[in-house]
């Protein structure tokens, strides 16, 4: 059984970053082995793709990713110095050093050095700001291109209101660590959570969309789910094409009587689930496979309503 895929660099492996302001070799940067984020995940993070298009290297929605990164950090009291556009320019600056057309770039903002405590934003901890690529084409997508295999993980999915679900926390992953190793343990390809009303929740590290009578349906992020920029682009992207969107809680028997199931994410992008435990879906899959065909037009610049969601570099 295929277990998640890895990345799939597509030249070397970039060693220019931005770091604290500026491009650096990877080999300046130094971590405190006492920094706060190593110990504690008190850092924010986002998961960005660009795209080899007609034009040169194409970001995918920085913008709203750079948005998210600051409310992230802003959550967890970390002091960033840049604004949106600083950020947004710098990452299109670490593209364009890095030499990639398509990469992954990841933007981090952690506490660093300081004292050794629990209060990081009290105890004026250094912040620290990154933004790391990497070449890297295609997906990581659980399952391949037969489906993914999915269990629904005896993890539950934590509580907003324990750890905020609309925030890439570093540490908030954690959890879907534990359901992750769960689940290939027992030869899935990717977990399922619940939250603790026992509806679904998301993937552990991706939204999750129903069909159903040709109707798409999504849970609302009060359901303790991220509030994807893929998920996002894929309710867009499906209202342009006339399919209706329903957004609201999920059961567990929604999800096995739906038609076609499928998982978002911005390294993902769209996959298909093949069965959940013992039950399987049908192979064919129309409207998921029309909207992940949307979705690759799209990122690479091709569909003129979004023309405004890739930045180019």
């Known amino acids: 059984m295929t277990a998640h895929a890895p990345f799939h660099a597509t030249e070397s492996t970039t060693t220019t970053y931005w770091y604290d302001g500026r491009l650096v070799d990877q080999s300046a940067i130094v971590i405190d082995p006492f920094a706060h984020a190593l110990h504690y ?3 924010v993070f986002e998961g960005i793709r660009s795209y080899e298009t007609p034009r040169g290297p194409g970001v995918f929605r920085l913008r709203e990713h750079v948005e998210r990164l600051l409310e992230s950090a802003a959550a967890y009291g970390l002091d960033v110095p840049q604004s949106v556009d600083e950020l947004c320019r710098a990452t299109v600056e670490t593209v364009r050093a890095s030499g990639h057309e398509s990469t992954y770039i990841r933007p981090l903002i952690f506490f660093g050095e300081g004292k050794f405590a629990l209060a990081p934003r009290f105890q004026k901890n250094a912040t620290h700001v990154m933004i790391a690529v990497r070449g890297f084409s295609g997906t990581i997508a659980p399952g391949g291109a037969t489906g993914c295999r999915l269990t629904i993980s005896p993890v539950m999915k934590t509580p907003s209101r324990a750890l905020p679900s609309t ?3 570093n540490g908030h992953y954690t959890n879907s660590i534990l359901a992750l190793h ?3 343990d027992r030869g899935f390809d990717e977990a399922l959570l619940l939250n603790e009303r026992g509806n679904v929740a998301e993937g552990t590290g991706e939204n999750i969309f129903l069909v159903k009578d040709g109707r798409l349906h999504t849970n609302p992020l009060e359901e303790d789910v991220l509030n994807g920029i893929t998920r996002r682009s894929t309710i867009t992207l499906a209202k342009d094409r006339g399919i ?6 999920i059961s567990t028997a929604q999800l096995l009587a739906a038609d076609e199931v499928f998982l978002t994410g911005t390294a ?3 996959v298909s689930v093949a069965c959940v435990d013992e039950h399987r879906y049908p192979a064919a899959r129309p409207i998921t496979e ?5 979705y690759r037009t799209a ?3 091709g569909d003129p309503r979004h023309a405004d969601w890739v930045t180019y570099v």
């Open 299 to 301: 990122t690479r610049g």
């Open 290 to 294: 029309a909207l992940h065909a949307a």
């Open 167 to 169: 925030v890439k926390g």
């Open 244 to 249: 209706a969107v329903e957004i609201a809680p």
């Open 182 to 184: 769960d689940a290939m």
């Open 41 to 43: 995940g008190s850092g």
């Open 268 to 270: 993902a992008e769209l």
